[in-house]
T-cell receptor
């Protein structure tokens, strides 16, 4: 069983819709990361958080340490948001990441 | 600042050969991590180096090894290649604080 579970696996939304991706983990963590991967492989780090909530543009990430759960929200989605979104956790103070399987997001015009 | 660079970008090898991949981190970043991505297993952690020392290692066989140089550049080596080693190999660099990971474009390895 993967220690980092993401849902849904796939998501299709119409432009402008609000999108939520969920991540649950079963280990103690020092930080949780949300990553974005576009076709071709390039990965961009969107957020790194250990508590509370962070916002960057139309993206919002929240984490509940007690419930071991995090969500990534995309407001007013746009076709350029189409990508794979990956949740990853670090259990120690170094950089060893454990990854979820990813959520494929497709936003249609 | 220049981003993380990886060379080569694409590589074709045959079973039994060995391969060396290179990663140059962002200037000032002393931590370099390596990851393997395959369609079946997704992203998996290989190892992390900081100040020329391996700090963490994932669950990979000893055929996978790495090192870091004094200028923080890192290499990973895979010996006796197997078909299952075909993957996208990504490296990422970070500061100690914060530990946001900056990923390189990856090296796509195909083993025939």
């Amino acid at each position: 069983k993967n220690e980092v579970e993401q849902s849904p696996q796939n998501l299709t939304a119409q432009e402008g819709e609000f999108i939520t991706i969920n991540c649950s983990y079963s280990v103690g963590i020092s930080a949780l990361h949300w990553l974005q991967q576009h076709p071709g492989g390039g990965i961009v780090s969107l957020f790194m958080l250990s508590s509370g909530k962070k916002k960057h543009g139309r993206l919002i990430a929240t984490i509940n340490i007690q419930e071991k759960h995090s969500s990534l929200h995309i407001t007013a989605s746009h076709p350029r948001d189409s990508a794979v979104y990956i949740c990853a956790v670090t259990a120690d103070s170094w950089g060893k990441l454990q990854f979820g399987a990813g959520t494929q997001v497709v936003v249609t015009p | 600042k220049a981003g993380v660079t990886q060379t080569p970008r694409y590589l074709i090898k045959t079973r039994g050969q060995q391969v060396t991949l290179s990663c140059s981190p962002i200037s000032g970043h002393r931590s370099v991590s390596w990851y393997q991505q395959t369609p079946g297993q997704g992203l998996q952690f290989l190892f992390e180096y900081f100040s020329e020392t391996q700090r963490n290692k994932g669950n990979f066989p000893g055929r996978f090894s790495g090192r870091q140089f004094s200028n923080s550049r890192s290499e990973m080596n895979v010996s006796t290649l197997e078909l299952g080693d075909s993957a996208l190999y990504l490296c990422a660099s970070s500061l100690v604080v914060p530990r946001t990971q900056y990923f390189g474009p990856g090296t796509r390895l195909l083993v025939l």
